[in-house]
Every structure is written in structure tokens, then in C-alpha cells.
């Protein structure tokens, strides 16, 4: 199911959700009827969440089935929602939007390339799967530069065609190019998916929609 959402009356809906194929990260001052559409379209857990006022886990987390990263930006490092037995890493680095600039499925991870080794190191411990470091269409920000589940990947449009080649190796996915939002490329910030379902931006247009749908689902 794919489904169109505004939040805080932002269409970047992927800053505040994170989510995987059993659950989703949402800010604990949502309202019911946009619990209730989140869950509608991912078919998930929903774990609400008051580690942190800001309520952007789409920037500030990431997960796969192994693990869930979370900023060692964040004060509150009590975690007040159930991981699925996850292995939780706070990182600490010069890097705090992890959730921008760390992407990750159970076959690999991508990371900024700015990103220390001994956190590289860390990441690839605490998501259980192999991690480099890399540039997504030319773009550090890997994580708001695309949108991966276990069954497909949207890239940024710049995205070159033998980048495409690494991602799909890498990933074990399709990977195509696509926008959101009427056109924006960071797809990452502009849709939230798992294997179930599909939430987008209420900008998106009808063709993004098609092309969104096509690759996620």
C-alpha cells in the first residue's frame, strides 16, 4: 500500500519516521489519525518514542533487522521503546544525522565518507552486515539520497549508472532513480518504506507515485 502524508505539516515526512519490516520509530506527539495511517500503510509495530524533543528519528536513527544506530547527539539515552531484541549503538562522532548519512539493509551498509573508522567499525558491529563508506549520486548523505528496503532501492537522480551496478551488488536489490515531492531528490527525507507499504510526501506527484511504487513494492 502506498499512502500520502504530511507530518507537523512538513511533506519531508521521512525526517521524523524510522522504520524496518517489523517496526516503526514515530515521535510521541503524533496524533492517533496519523498513527493509525503509518500503520495502515506499513503494516508494522508502531514504538512511539520521547527520547528527544525534536521527535527526527528519520535524521537522527537508522535500523536494519540486526540493529537500530541512534545520534550520540541525543541527551536521552534511555531507550523507552521496544527494539525487537536489536543490538542499540549510540555513535559518537562528528557525524550526528546518522539517519542522513548512514543506509542500510540485513545484506549491507553505506556510510558517509567522512565518517571515522573506528565508527565505520562500530556501525558495521552493531548493524551485523558489511559497511563502506561511500557517496550516493555524488551526495555523502546517503541516507537522505535514497530510500532502501529489502525488496528495492530509490536513488537521487544524479545517481550514475555504474553506481547502480555497486548499489544492486552491494544491496542485492533493484535500484533505480527517482524522485519525491514534486521533484525533490532527497527521496529520503521524502518517503518511508519497508517490504509491507509506502508513505510519501504529500507533494509527490502521480508520475513520482507510479515510479515510487514500481521499485518498493
Do not use: C
Not at 516503526?24 to 495502515?40: G, K, W
Not at 528519528?57 to 539515552?77: C, E
Request: aromatic residues 6%; charged residues 25%; glycine residues 8%.
Amino acid at each position: 500500500m502506498i499512502k500520502k502524508l504530511s507530518l507537523f505539516e512538513n511533506n519531508y515526512i521521512g525526517l521524523y519516521l524510522r522504520t524496518w519490516d517489523d517496526m516503526v520509530l514515530v515521535p510521541s506527539s503524533l496524533e492517533d489519525s496519523e498513527i493509525e495511517a503509518i500503520q495502515e500503510s506499513l503494516q508494522v509495530d508502531i514504538r512511539k518514542s520521547r527520547m528527544d524533543d525534536s521527535g527526527m528519528y528519520g535524521i537522527f536513527s537508522v535500523m536494519n533487522s540486526n540493529g537500530i544506530i541512534i545520534s550520540g547527539m541525543y541527551r536521552n539515552k534511555d531507550i523507552d521503546f521496544d527494539t525487537g531484541q536489536r543490538n542499540v549503538l549510540f555513535l559518537k562522532d562528528m557525524i550526528n544525522a546518522v539517519g542522513n548519512d548512514i543506509v542500510a539493509n540485513d545484506h549491507g551498509a553505506m556510510v558517509h565518507e567522512d565518517f571515522s573508522k573506528k565508527s565505520v567499525m562500530a556501525i558495521e558491529d552493531a548493524l551485523g552486515v558489511e559497511t563502506i563508506q561511500g557517496t550516493i549520486g555524488g551526495f555523502p548523505t546517503v541516507g537522505s539520497s535514497s530510500v532502501l528496503t529489502s525488496k528495492g532501492m530509490i536513488v537521487n537522480p544524479e545517481t550514475t549508472d555504474d553506481e547502480i551496478e555497486i548499489l544492486k551488488d552491494f544491496f542485492k536489490v533493484s535500484v533505480k532513480l527517482g524522485t519525491a515531492n514534486f521533484g525533490s531528490p532527497m527521496v529520503g527525507s521524502s518517503i518511508v518504506a519497508n517490504k509491507n507499504g509506502i508513505i510519501v510526501g504529500n507533494d509527490t506527484t502521480s508520475i513520482e507515485l507510479t515510479a515510487i511504487d514500481d521499485i518498493l513494492s
